[in-house]
C-alpha cells in the first residue's frame, strides 16, 4: 500500500484540475477497422474550444462515444448533467474541427509521429485507470515503452550536483533492470533522468507540457532528439501547443499516471514534484524520497515526504522490492554499471570511502568512525553505491568493492 502523505496539497501550491466523472475503459470496443475513423472523432472531441476535460468525458459518458457526441443535437446536449452553457455553445460552434483533427493527423505524420485514443490497444492500461486520463495522446518514438512497468524520477530544476547526479545513477540503475524511467524533460533532475536512462542502452519516456514540435527547453533540444530517437516523448496537447505554467500541473499527473511509483529526488518546499507525488498517493501509486542534506532547502520537500511517511530510497534495491517490475538479479546490477570517476566524487564521500574495506563493516561502526550525522552518512553511502564503490549486505552491513 502506498505511504499515508497527508494534506500535500496545503503544502505546496497546487494548481487543481477540473474534475472529471470516473471513466471506464472497457466500455468501447477495439476494432481495426474502425480506428481511423476512431481516432478523428477522439481528436474532433478534444479540440472543441473551452470543453475541457470535465466536460469531454462527461458527454462521452453519457453518448458511450466521441462519435455519438458529435452526432447529437443541441437539445439532446442540454440535457446532459454537468455541461455548462458555454461548453455547448463551443461544440456546435466548432464547425470546421473535423478538418483541423485531419490536418492535425497529417502533420503528426509528416513529424513521425502518432495519436492514440483512450480506447486504443496502445494506449498505457495505467493512464486509463485515472479519474480524468487524456482522451488522446501524441507520442513520438517507440510508443510500446508506454506498455512497459515505468518508474517516474523528479525533482528540482535548479538541482544540486549530488541531486543532478543522484538523478543519474538512480535512473541508469532502474533502466539497467528493464524499468522504463518517465520524467517530464525539464533542466535539473528530469534531464539527468533522461540522461541516465539512456546511458546504459534503457528505455525512457519524456511527458511534455506543450505540443511535440516544440522543444522546451531549448537547453534540452540534443536530449529531446535522443529520447524521439531511442525512447518516447508524449504530450495530450496538440502540435504547436506553448508551454504555458498552468499546463504543467496536468503534465505532472501523466507522469504519475503512466508509472508504477513515483521517486522524488530533490525537491525545495515549493517544489512541483511534491504535486507529483500528491497525485501517484491519489493513483494508489507508490511514493519514494531520497535524503539530501539535513540543511539543503533544496531537500526540504523530500524530508517533508519522508516524515510524512514517503519510503526511502538508499539504494536502488529500496525502489525494485516495492514495485511490480521484472525479475533481475539486483545483487550484481551496482558492480556491473560504470563507475564514475573518482574526481567526480564529492570530498565527503571519499574520505567515508577510506574508512570502507572489502569485508563486510557494520554501519553503526562506520558512523562510529567517520563522526558523520547518521543522515549524510545515509546520503553519502548511496552516492557511493550508485557510483559502483560499494555494496550493501543484509545485517546492515556494507563493504567496499574490489576494482
Not at 16 to 41: A, F, K
Not at 125 to 131: A, F, G, H, N, S
Not at 146 to 158: D, E, F, Q
Request: proline share 6%.
Amino acid at each position: 500500500m502506498p505511504a499515508p502523505i497527508l494534506c500535500l496539497y496545503e503544502f505546496v501550491n497546487a494548481f487543481p484540475l477540473e474534475h472529471s466523472p470516473q471513466v471506464n475503459s472497457s466500455q468501447w470496443i477495439h476494432g481495426e477497422e474502425e480506428v481511423v475513423t476512431s481516432i478523428l472523432d477522439w481528436i474532433n472531441l478534444s479540440l472543441v474550444p473551452g470543453l475541457g476535460l470535465g466536460g469531454f468525458w462527461r458527454l462521452v459518458k453519457h453518448f458511450h462515444s466521441p462519435a455519438e457526441v458529435l452526432r447529437a443535437s443541441e437539445k439532446e446536449v442540454l440535457h446532459v448533467k454537468g455541461i455548462k452553457d458555454r461548453q455547448i455553445a463551443g461544440l456546435f460552434s466548432a464547425i470546421d474541427i473535423r478538418s483541423r483533427a485531419e490536418q492535425e493527423l497529417e502533420r503528426l505524420s509528416v513529424l513521425g509521429g502518432v495519436a492514440v485514443s483512450f480506447a486504443d490497444e496502445a494506449y498505457p492500461p495505467l493512464l486509463q485507470q485515472l479519474v480524468d486520463p487524456p482522451p488522446v495522446l501524441y507520442l513520438l518514438g517507440q510508443s510500446e515503452l508506454l506498455r512497459t512497468p515505468c518508474v517516474a524520477v523528479v525533482g528540482s530544476r535548479a538541482a544540486t550536483s549530488y541531486g543532478r547526479r543522484t538523478a543519474f545513477n538512480l535512473s541508469r540503475s532502474l533502466a539497467a533492470m528493464s524499468v522504463t524511467v518517465v520524467s517530464g524533460l525539464a533542466l535539473g533532475i528530469d534531464a539527468e533522468s533522461h540522461s541516465g536512462a539512456l546511458a546504459c542502452g534503457g528505455n525512457t519516456v519524456a511527458v511534455l507540457g506543450c505540443g511535440l514540435d516544440v522543444v522546451y527547453p531549448q537547453q534540452n533540444k540534443s536530449l529531446y532528439a535522443q529520447i524521439a530517437e531511442r525512447g518516447a516523448l508524449v504530450t495530450e496537447y496538440p502540435l504547436g501547443t506553448r508551454p504555458e505554467g498552468f499546463r504543467f500541473p496536468a503534465r505532472n499527473r501523466i507522469i504519475a499516471g503512466l508509472s508504477q511509483g513515483v521517486i522524488v529526488v530533490e525537491a525545495a518546499r515549493r517544489s512541483g514534484s511534491l504535486i507529483t507525488a500528491q497525485m501517484a498517493l491519489d493513483y494508489g501509486r507508490e511514493v519514494f524520497a531520497v535524503p539530501g542534506q539535513v540543511d539543503s532547502c533544496k531537500s526540504e520537500g523530500t524530508h517533508w515526504l519522508l516524515q510524512q511517511g514517503a519510503k526511502l530510497v538508499q539504494r536502488v534495491e529500496d525502489i525494485v522490492v516495492e514495485l511490480d517490475v521484472p525479475d533481475t538479479t539486483t545483487q550484481t546490477t551496482t558492480k556491473a554499471l560504470p563507475q564514475g570517476s573518482m574526481k567526480d566524487i564529492e570530498p565527503d564521500a571519499l574520505i567515508l570511502l577510506s574508512y570502507i574495506e572489502p569485508y563486510p563493516l557494520v554501519r553503526d561502526v562506520l558512523l562510529e568512525k567517520s563522526g558523520f550525522t547518521p543522515a549524510r552518512l545515509s546520503e553519502l553511502l548511496l552516492l557511493l553505491e550508485l557510483d559502483g564503490l560499494i555494496e550493501m549486505l543484509p545485517g546492515d552491513k556494507l563493504r567496499k568493492i574490489d576494482s
